[in-house]
């Protein structure tokens, strides 16, 4: 319990900080908060402010644990040791996320102007980029990654295809970062298309890379 202590405190610390700060702003909301955004920026779904305040920090916390659990229950438990760090890093960015998305939704029901869809869209950015920066640290395993049937068959195809990725993730959250001064439809059509075409990229990379190295051995 203390060794998860030390490495995870700083989600620990921003899953209090949020309750904290649902607690604190609970009775100058009103009782209906806007929770949902469409692409446009405008409020299509509400909430009670009970739920606005609680929901997403335990499912927040929720997601915590689920990360400090996977390390244990991937078969491939082992690897882990070799991109703590990495993973740590990836917790943490996760976690801040969903404390921006938290105190943004807050901030809405008090009646503050925010562009949300371009808040989200940055935080999204900053995801994916940081993905990009710890895709090559990655080892084989069952939860993270790009984890195709040929990048957990062969060694070589993991690394190869995740450092393809590495450069994918940071490429895509640059332009989707760039998108912000895009009209809200095209800047919803970047993020999905980045998305989809980081995914193809490296479902393609990784069975060309797999069939590439069954050459070579068959040599």
Not at 136 to 151: A, D, E, M, Q, Y
Request: aromatic share 16%; charged share 10%; glycine share 10%.
């Amino acid at each position: 319990m203390g060794k998860i202590l030390r490495d995870y405190w700083f989600a620990f610390f921003i899953n209090v900080m949020m309750l904290i700060i649902g607690l604190s702003l609970y009775h100058r909301l009103p009782d209906r908060i806007p929770t949902h955004w469409n692409m446009y920026g405008q409020v299509d779904g509400w909430s009670t402010k009970t739920f606005g305040v609680f929901f997403e920090p335990f499912l927040s916390f929720g997601l915590l644990l689920l990360f400090i659990a996977i390390p244990y229950i991937d078969p491939r438990r082992q690897n882990y040791l070799n991109f703590q760090g990495a993973y740590l890093l990836f917790v943490n960015g996760f976690m801040l996320f969903m404390a921006v998305l938290y105190v943004v939704t807050l901030l809405a029901g008090l009646g503050q102007p925010l562009a949300v869809d371009k808040i989200v869209a940055l935080g999204v950015a900053g995801l994916f980029i940081l993905l990009g920066g710890m895709m090559g640290r990655v080892k084989s395993n069952f939860f993270i990654g790009v984890r195709t049937p040929w990048t957990l068959e062969n060694q070589v195809v993991w690394e190869k295809t995740h450092r393809l990725a590495g450069y994918a993730f940071t490429a895509g959250g640059i332009l989707i970062a760039l998108s912000l001064f895009l009209p809200p439809v095209a800047r919803f059509g970047v993020i999905l298309g980045t998305a989809v075409v980081i995914a193809a990229i490296t479902v393609v990379y990784s069975y060309v890379s797999f069939e590439a190295e069954k050459m070579k051995m068959g040599k």
